[in-house]
């Protein structure tokens, strides 16, 4: 990949986009796109681009019939030759403790392949062209993408294909983009704030603005902002995020992603640091959560209480929290793989513009991860549809800095050809 700068070459906005123009562009819109966020920051997320013959080929035919079609050039313009990109679940880096986390992986490269795509969109290179591969929600992906005829032949076996997408360039659409510096920004700006919030209700004009239309795509977003559903959704987590403690494979996966030092979370760029979880730590307080968190230790615990009282000490901060937002899938019956990648573009415009109101977010994925207290949590709040996202939402009573970002892979890590 080429260095990176703001936008296409002068060669591209006058119509002519090489490869070269794309491929910066690429490397740009990669670098914000890594900010996305995924579940236990695993990133399993891979984004190939179709440059041979047989793979820009592939590609082009299984995008028929497109699911979207740009207009036609006038005889005027001169053409711009397509780029294809595949968007990938690589299958070495998803979570498999739980059924439900392959929920989670579609939303993490949906949140990624969003982004990817706005920050494309920013510099002129829109999509034209979008195919979701099919299956249901539940059904891991295959490895092979059902192309109609022969897919590419270097297509690596542990990416599993879910998007393909046709994109043009358009010096119209690049005057027109919204502002790149400003989506890199609040990019960088977002976070997951796991500290208390300030109590002060947000503004219902702002809660409808997130809502955007109810539902969109098949999504409908839900805001708690009574003191009875805050109180009953505090005692809702109180009572069954202990569950996430008490799985032995579930912790096991979850501890796996602890780095306990800050070398080794950037030397794998990926997990968190128990700093990220919990703020500043003095050595002593950092030992002890060490071992406390340990999965031997949640073994022999868990019958007298443990993950209980970890329940209870989650639900204390979301007890205070002034709104909590459900989101849910209210399109497709039973709910398919597309609906899980739309799901996660829908998260990533909600948080990105949270953040750009000054809002910070808050996942609170334990109840959501089990199938008998998601459909509890779905009939005590009237959810319609299937939950896949619950989060605290509010403005922060600590300072940014007190809660790092976590670490990322380099952008191009996620980025290959075939």
Known sequence: ???????????????????ADFATALDVAAAIAALSPSSHNCQPWAVAWARTTAARAATARAL??????GPAASPTEVPVHPVHLV?????????????????????????????????????????????????????????????????PANWPRSLAPLCVARLRYDAGDAARAEDLPALRATA???????????PEPLAPDLLERLEGERPAGGIAVRHLTTDADRAALADFVARHAGRDFSHGPAWRETHSYLRFSEADAVARGD??????????????????????????????????????????????????????????????????????????????????????????????????????????????????????????????????PAFPRSHRRSAGAALRTI
């Not at 700006?189 to 208390?196: E, L, M, Q, S, V």
């Not at 329940?311 to 459900?326: E, F, H, I, N, S």
């Open 1 to 19: 990949m080429t260095a990176d700068r703001t936008g296409p070459s002068t060669t591209a906005a006058r119509g002519v986009a090489a490869e």
């Open 64 to 69: 028929a019939p497109p699911a979207l079609t």
């Open 87 to 151: 968007l990938a679940l690589d299958n070495r880096r998803r979570l498999r403790a739980l059924p439900a986390l392959h929920v989670e992986m579609l939303v993490s490269c949906g949140a990624y392949w969003r982004l990817l795509l706005r920050a494309l969109a920013a510099q002129g290179w829109g999509a034209d062209g979008l195919r979701l591969a099919p299956g249901g929600l539940l059904e891991p992906p295959g490895e092979a993408w059902p192309w109609p005829g022969p897919g």
């Open 188 to 198: 960088g700006a977002r976070r997951t704030h796991r500290a208390p919030y300030r």
């Open 271 to 400: 997990g968190f640091t128990l700093g990220e979880l919990f703020g500043p730590l003095s050595w002593p307080h950092e030992r002890a959560l060490r071992s406390a968190l340990a999965p031997a230790t949640m073994r022999a615990l868990r019958h007298v209480g443990y993950p209980r009282l970890l329940a209870r000490q989650l639900a204390a901060v979301v007890r205070p929290t002034p709104a909590l937002t459900v989101m849910s899938l209210t399109g497709t019956r039973p709910p398919t793989l597309a609906d899980g990648v739309r799901a996660g573009a829908r998260v990533a415009d909600y948080w990105l513009y949270a953040t750009g109101e000054g809002l910070v977010l808050h996942p609170i994925s334990a109840v959501l991860q089990h199938e008998a207290p998601r459909r509890l949590l779905e009939d005590r709040f009237r959810i319609k549809g299937r939950a896949f996202f619950l989060s605290r939402i509010g403005r922060p009573a600590t300072e940014f």
